[in-house]
C-alpha cells in the first residue's frame, strides 16, 4: 500500500510537472505568435510601399499586412480574453514601423532575413486552407496558427535581399514627403 501511494504521489507530481511545462511552452508559443504576426505587419506594411517586379506587389503586401494584424489580433484576443482595439493595434504597428526604420539600414541584415521568415510563415499559413477558404477556415486557421518558422530558405533570404531595401527607401521617401507636407 505505501508502496502505491508513493508510485500514485509520484505520478501526480509528474503529470503537473509535465502540464505545467506545457502550459508554459503553449503560452511562449502563443506570445511568439503574437509579437511576430504584429512584427509582420509591421514589414509588410513598410513592404507595401513596392510597385516592382509588378504594380501589384505593395496591394498584396499592404493586404498581408491587414492578414498579419488580424492574426495578431486573434491570438492576443485569444491569450487575454479581449477583443483587441483597431486604433491600439495601428498605434503598435505604427510604434514598430518607425522602430525598424530608425534602425535601418544598420538593421538590414536582420530586416532581411525577417522579412523572408514573414513571408515563409505566410505561404505555411496559407497551405493549411483550401483552395477557396471561408470565413470560417480562415478563422480557424488564426486561431490555431503554428509558430513563426525558425528555418529560412536561402533562396528565399535572396528574394527579399533586394525588395527589402527599396521597401525601407521608398517608405523613407513617403515618410519625409508627408512630414514636409505638415
Do not use: Y
Not at 484576443?77 to 534602425?103: C, F, P, Q, Y
Not at 528565399?156 to 514636409?180: C, G, M, N, Y
Amino acid at each position: 500500500m505505501k508502496k502505491t501511494s508513493i508510485t500514485l504521489n509520484a505520478l501526480v507530481c509528474f503529470s503537473s510537472l509535465v502540464l505545467g511545462v506545457m502550459t508554459t511552452a503553449q503560452a511562449q508559443s502563443n506570445s511568439s505568435i503574437e509579437i511576430q504576426s504584429l512584427r509582420c505587419s509591421a514589414l509588410n506594411q513598410i513592404h507595401s510601399t513596392l510597385t516592382d517586379p509588378s504594380p501589384q506587389l505593395g496591394e498584396i503586401m499592404g493586404e498581408l499586412a491587414g492578414l498579419f494584424a488580424q492574426i495578431h489580433a486573434t491570438q492576443k484576443g485569444r491569450s487575454t480574453k479581449t477583443k483587441i482595439n483597431t486604433a491600439e493595434l495601428r498605434s503598435k504597428r505604427d510604434e514598430l514601423i518607425t522602430e525598424m526604420s530608425k534602425g535601418w539600414p544598420a538593421n538590414k541584415p536582420s530586416m532581411i532575413r525577417e522579412a523572408a521568415l514573414c513571408d515563409t510563415w505566410r505561404a505555411e499559413f496559407f497551405s493549411k486552407l483550401p483552395e477557396r477558404p471561408s470565413e470560417k477556415d480562415l478563422l480557424s486557421a488564426m486561431n490555431n496558427m503554428s509558430p513563426p518558422p525558425t528555418a529560412i530558405q536561402k533562396t528565399e533570404i535572396d528574394r527579399w535581399t533586394k525588395l527589402t531595401p527599396q521597401a525601407f527607401e521608398a517608405w523613407s521617401r513617403i515618410k519625409s514627403f508627408v512630414k514636409e507636407k505638415k
